[in-house]
């Protein structure tokens, strides 16, 4: 298949606004800052990668590389389909290919040391900027290549189907088209830079629950309409080189082998031409993972391995062709990215390629690679300056004139440090990070004060802190079932917290039982605290008088528990934590805290005397990530802390942290703002403070329908699954029976409406939709243009989102009742009118057609809809569709 050389960026327009976006710096506040006072002039930000690689294919590459495999032997053939080091595959010295290094990737180059940490996934899908999409790919490939990388193992594309997936975060939005319109440009920009983008998790990975063994079953119409069009994107528009099956079974066969995904579906209808390989500890057989379509099996060859491969291959269970076909993909790709060359791109004498092949792949050469890279820095600013949306803005709080605040107070537990992103394999530890704290005491001037405090304890303060009514009785019982005479102590608390130094292995294993008796003083509501490195394998459950607390729905990687109860004045309760380590030493904690006295006085204080209070809270990287799903709730007493300051100071400002899809529903009514900040990378403090402060209207929208209750998602009923065991050894199946109603799908058939719909997201001026220019009918099989004229009606420059939404009234079949199938940024001075024009393509008014197995279009009346949410479409106009 010939490749398509990459789109080239739009230098102009994106020159245009690194220069809007760099005239902050003359701000007097500003202009002090060494850290905006660092970033680069627009001139000296690099100009958009000449591609010398990746090659295109050629006849010249496939002799290339078929020459190669004619030297290897089928030994070293099959070294080749296994990663090495956690991180490599595999080298072939006898061919000079070395081994070729991988980094994690969703919210940076993650596994080399600090990086430039970016806005996560979902908030590059709040900025709708498919320009800056490539320009992330762009950056994020030379921080890849500055470290030696070569696959960057993202983007991350699955669908956020549910609030409380663990990963959302990671990937981008509740919707296809949207997803695959970025994950083009991002893909095209990792690639140009010489660096293999590996889309991931093909496919259906859209819980964490017990994610290495449910099987996610859904119908082809299903998979085909929303499920996965971005990998369909990525391999037939970007041309990925690298796909990354997930963990997860779909329709009880695992990804790694599975058949309809990766050989009818991938390699044959996509034809996809790169490296299929496997998430980390994802395949389960030798011979259904070779036959199936598997290439590379991550970390290491437990299954596609020479011991289990060469009978295989001897009895003629496995062809011989299919492992030439798996190494000639890996090779292809080294020759066309260069691979070959110790470094990317160089030539290289033989001996550096012999050096190559023993050690880490050497750091770029290449002078456009910085490892600390100040026009980065800029890239990630402009992320979070798009992205970050304003959910709410009574009386026009914001934005904030500093010239009048004479006090700021900044609570809250994710006020500082920064929250950049959230945890597990995508957290990128950033070289300096700024907090929402510094971000608004760096954006004040001297003459304002600023407050800071947490509002809320620790966990491990909670523990230290907790009044047990006598001593914890502590029986320590040889062997794992709590059986025989226990060794009896007494502690006053138990705060040993996981990070009690370097974990070692437990050579005698031990159960641990706890008894702790609390009381009350007070009647109210409680919370159980409780830790233990679960993440590392130990256990730890607790009762209430003898009531188990229902322990969250995650069969791996617990998120820190934490239980609300509520307690009559002078009750007693009794506490059994049982607590199986699987290292030396204690590294549980637990304790109960009364939710009113969480909340510090301190904080109390500084809200009352301020002009304005920011309360920052959310997730963490300790709450929500990957392994685990995480509660819709808010983390334990964040919403007493947003009460408490909200009854303190009418003028509170909240921001919330994670992968959208939070209960705001005990404080909403009390604050007259509220700022969704997802993961906002290493920039997000400066991008708020200048959102807060009016220097940069907020543009960002929400890529996810925000629910009031997980219990409203259209797919809580169909999250966990139906009847059957969890666990290793099972399969339980999540049966996809909320189908094509996923977010808006849903709240726009259902005709109901969401906290905040899809789409939606504040500014600081008005836009207006008009003259929206619909053909009255037309032929679908070329493409047709829609235009319509949008307006800045208010009095700030300001970038506005034009979402273009479709439906199909006369569908001889249920359809959602609108899809998005276009979008369009446009940036606007005050009272300037620009007229965008969307081309809708056949698959724009296509539905999967189940008997025939193809995108059908149903002649008949359209309605297209234009606006700047999904559900505020003010312009709308019919189109006849006759073919
Ligand atoms: C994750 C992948 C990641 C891999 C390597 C796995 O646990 O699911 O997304 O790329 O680890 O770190």
Redesign the pocket.
Known sequence: MPRRRPRVLPVLALALYLAALLSFAALPSFAALPSLAALPSPAALPSPAAPSVPLEDSAAIENEARALLGRLTLDEEIELLGGVDSMYTHAAPSIGLPRLKMS?ASVGVRNWGPSTSYAAGVALAATWDRDYARQLGESLGGDARARGVNFL?GP?VNIARSPVAGRNFEYLSEDPFLNAALVVPYIEGVQSRGVVATV??FALNNEEFDRHNVSADADERTMREIYLPAFEAAVREAHVDAV?NS?NLVNGAHATENRFLNLDILKGEWRFAGILMS??DATYDTVAAANHGLDLEMPSPRFLNAQALLPAIEKGLVPRAVIDDKVLRLLRVAVRYGFLHAAPAQAQTAAAQTQATADPTPESTDSRDSTYSVADRAVALRGALESLTLLKNDGALLPLDSTRIKTIAVLGPNAYPAVTGGG??AYTPPFDAVSTLTGIANSVGSATRVLYDPGLPSMRDVFRGTRWLEPVTMATYEGTAFGGRPHVTTVSTIDNGPQNGLAQPDPTPRSIRYHARYRAELAGRYWVLATASAGDGDRLTLSVDGRPLAVPLHAEGEVPPAWPITLAAGQTIDIVAEYLPRFAGVRCGFGVAFEPALVSETARRMAAAADVAVVAVGFTKETEG?GADRTFALPWGQDALIQAVAAANARTVVTLTGGVGTDTRPWLERVPALIELYYPGQEGGTALAEILFGRHAPEGKLPVTFDRSWEDSASHAFYYPSGGAVGPEAHPHVRYDDALMVGYRYWTSAGKHPLFPFGFGLSYTRFKFSDLKVPASASSRTPIEVSVAVQNTGGVAAAEVAQLYVSNPSAPMPRPERELKGFARVRLEPGETQRVVFELDRRSFSYWDEKTHAWTVAPGRFVIRVGDSSEDTPVSADLRVID
Request: aromatic share 16%; hydrophobic share 25%.
């Open positions: 994690d193992l991350g991931k998790h990354m963990y998430d980390w597990g394999s990957e």
